[in-house]
């Protein structure tokens, strides 16, 4: 199976910095690989898929990359209402796996 | 617009069973893969199971492999989750989600096993 392992745990930013999260593939996904967001008490939305490509609606200060088995999800100038829980997905091979989450909060 | 309505879940005994459904509205339902998604409580997101759109093509999670059974019924534009000898690790809210990268989700229903 493959593991999504992400980075970091938690994280805490000030207004208008540059936030990097990463989550590392234990094998070659192509760019099968999707990034959330979640707020308290709400249903996950959408915010990369493909590994860089910007959902719909999506503020365009969030972008995604990919070096090799490494996937990160940039928020260039961080926003009081970016804050929530990010995850990882990949879904090129099932069991498709989540990374563990990172807690995202203003400092 | 797109709609995911998740339905079935409940309280339920240890060993019992408990079938989920999920009414989907606003797009052509027949041509996407749709996905069954979990999140016990205070915890990160699981995948649980997905099929493709002409059922062809079915996976789960280890976790709940011979336990769950997914299907769609496209005539009603609707996705179930048969779940079967629940343990309380199956406590979670469970989402439906469509396309390979889950881009629209419902807003989940909750699934209690305790005794």
């Known amino acids: 199976d493959i593991q999504m392992t992400q980075s970091p745990a938690s994280l805490s930013a000030s207004l208008e910095e540059i936030v990097t999260i990463t989550c590392q593939a234990s094998q070659d996904i192509g760019n099968w690989l999707s990034w959330y967001q979640q707020k308290p008490g709400k249903s996950p939305q959408l915010l990369i898929y493909g590994a860089t490509s910007l959902a719909d609606g999506v503020p365009s200060r969030f972008s995604g990359s990919r070096s090799g088995t490494q996937y990160s999800l940039k928020i260039s100038r961080l926003q009081v209402e970016d804050i929530g829980i990010y995850y990882c997905?990949?879904?090129?091979?099932?069991?498709?796996?989540f990374g563990s989450g990172t807690k995202l909060e203003i400092k | 617009e797109v709609q995911l309505v998740e339905s079935g879940g409940g309280l339920v005994q240890p060993g019992r069973s408990l079938k989920l459904s999920c009414l989907a509205s606003g797009f052509t339902f027949s041509n996407y893969g749709m996905n069954w998604i979990r999140q016990a409580p205070g915890k990160g997101l699981e995948w649980v199971a997905s099929i493709s759109s002409s059922s062809s093509y079915i996976y789960y999670a280890d976790t709940v492999k011979g336990r769950f059974t997914i299907s769609r019924d496209n005539a009603k534009n609707t996705l179930y989750l048969q779940m079967t000898s629940l343990r309380s690790e199956d406590t979670a809210l469970y989402y439906c989600?469509?396309?390979?990268?889950?881009?629209?989700w419902g807003q989940g229903v909750m699934v209690t096993v305790s005794s």
């Open positions: 997905l990949q879904a090129y091979s099932a069991p498709f796996t």
């Open positions: 989600a469509r396309g390979a990268a889950s881009r629209y």
